[in-house]
């Protein structure tokens, strides 16, 4: 079954004075997704983000939600929520009342809010027992239940994050928008949070786009992931998709936990020449061991023990830098020393020399 786009730009183009920022960019958020929007800073990820949420405008082209054009609407008529790095919470509010204000400003009127006069405007008692038992459930599925009458600046990092997600949740917007909502955090904490963040998907069952440039946070959490490179998206798919069939150079530059290595004609590895000359080949460290029936061999320059896995920098005969992984118990001989390295068959990608774009993959 086909989901149906929760929002789409289509054709979307942002300038800046003279400078574009974004070039005719079309995205597709289906419903219930987790898409990632990953770029280099300054590519235009928060950019493509706040013309989502309405808090910026396209030079040209449409933004539809469910369908809709909305390019006329507020980031409050639009219903959708932003979660910043920053938090963006009150500091002289409670948890509590940072959490509730979205639901008190559509739920009690000016008067009602006064926590005295407010008791005597009409229905606002039910509003009011509404809104509590809305921020409690919420508090309460986020671990926030014992600190709701405390205010943010005595807060971790990681329960103020709940707190500004928490906000967005009490509004059930139609869509959920991030923008690096984990960069604060420490290393740890950020990796609990993205688990957290993934179950808090689920259970949604909204569509959330996420921006970061973080490869291993996009892999991890996303279904979609939208690489957007100077303004343009690269290409959009699975994890699976981007690593297995990276469309450019570009991109199987950016997916992938260590850096892909790329040989060109000049340096001096034949192993796919005969069926692209010119083409070149794309190698990921994974992808390339030390093995004695290796098809090339390399001088062994830096040996990285990580436990799992070491990571092994080489150099060839003509000066080529490579990464290659071998397993954990490697028994790595000294630096200086050549070895051979075996690359896993089905496993090179080619690309067109000139302009990056992927030829095919042997085997695929
Ligand atoms: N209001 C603005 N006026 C002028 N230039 C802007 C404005 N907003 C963004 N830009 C420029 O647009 C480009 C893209 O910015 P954007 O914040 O979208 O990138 P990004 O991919 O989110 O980067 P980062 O990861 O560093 O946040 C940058 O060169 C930025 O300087």
Known sequence: MTRQAAMELKAVTRRFDQSMVLDAVDVTIVEGSFTALL?????????????????????????????????????????????????????????????????????????????????????????????????????????????????????????????????????????????????????RLRVRMRAELVALHKRTEKPFVYVTHDQAEAMAMADQIIVMIKGKVAQAGSPRDLYDRPATMEVASFIGANSINFFRPEDGWTGLRAQAPSA?????????????????GAHLETVEFLGSETILGLRTAKGKQLTAIAAGDYAAPTPGTEIKLEVTPNRVHLFDPNSGQRLCAEGA
């Open 39 to 187: 770029g280099a800073s300054g590519c235009g990820k928060s950019t493509t983000l706040r013309i989502m949420s309405g808090l910026d405008r396209p030079s040209d082209g449409e933004v539809l939600l469910r369908g809709v054009d909305v390019a006329d609407r507020t980031a409050y008529e639009r219903n959708v929520a932003m979660v910043f790095q920053s938090y963006a919470l009150y500091p002289h509010l409670t948890v509590f009342q940072n959490i509730a204000l979205p639901l008190t400003m559509r739920h009690l009127g000016a008067l009602g809010r006064f926590p005295v006069v407010g008791q005597l405007v009409p229905g606002s008692a039910e509003a009011r027992r509404l809104i509590r038992s809305t921020v409690e459930t919420t508090a309460e599925s986020l671990g926030l239940s014992e600190v709701l009458s405390r205010k943010p600046n005595s807060l971790s990092g990681g329960q103020k994050q709940r707190v500004a997600l928490g906000r967005a949740l009490v509004r059930d917007p139609v869509l959920f928008l991030l923008d690096e909502p984990l960069s604060n955090l420490d290393a």
């Open 280 to 296: 070149v080949s794309g190698v990921r460290p994974e992808h390339l061991a030390p093995s004695s029936t290796g098809q090339f």
